[in-house]
């Protein structure tokens, strides 16, 4: 069964950084792409950043580029979210979504399975 898993949520101080993990369990990186998305309360998923298994090719919105990166190691199948910079208005519950492909895109409704989130608060 394909299912991604995340860890490494938390608390973290504005400026701060922390680290995302998403295990892709049933499913190997090579044939899939991996979105990373967030909630925050009373708002609508936001497509933050993809990259694709097999291409390693990404996209990044707006919102984090030049603070966030995206990484994969295949060989841990696992895809990473590293996030620096960390401000109040990053708080928000972090999915890992995947889908079968080879380009990602930043589409909500492009993904098809998805993790149970990880909690992301950024406090002093």
């Known amino acids: 069964q394909v299912q991604p898993v995340e860890s490494g949520g938390g608390l973290v101080q504005p400026g701060g950084s922390l680290r995302l993990s998403c295990a892709a369990s049933?499913?190997?990186?090579?044939?899939?792409?991996i979105g990373w998305f967030r909630q925050a309360p009373g708002k609508e998923h936001e497509g933050i950043l993809c990259?694709?298994?097999?291409?390693?090719?990404?996209n990044y919105a707006d919102s984090v580029k030049g603070r966030f990166t995206i990484s994969a190691d295949n060989a841990k199948n696992t895809v990473y979210l590293q996030m620096n910079s960390l401000r109040p208005e990053d708080t928000a519950v972090y999915y890992c979504?995947?889908?079968?492909?080879?380009?990602?895109?930043?589409?909500?409704?492009?993904?098809?399975?998805w993790g149970q989130g990880t909690q992301v608060t950024v406090s002093s």
């Open positions: 979504a995947t889908t079968w492909g080879a380009y990602c895109s930043l589409g909500f409704y492009e993904y098809d399975y």
């Open positions: 049933g499913f190997t990186l090579d044939n899939y792409v």
């Open positions: 990259i694709s298994g097999s291409t390693g090719t990404t």
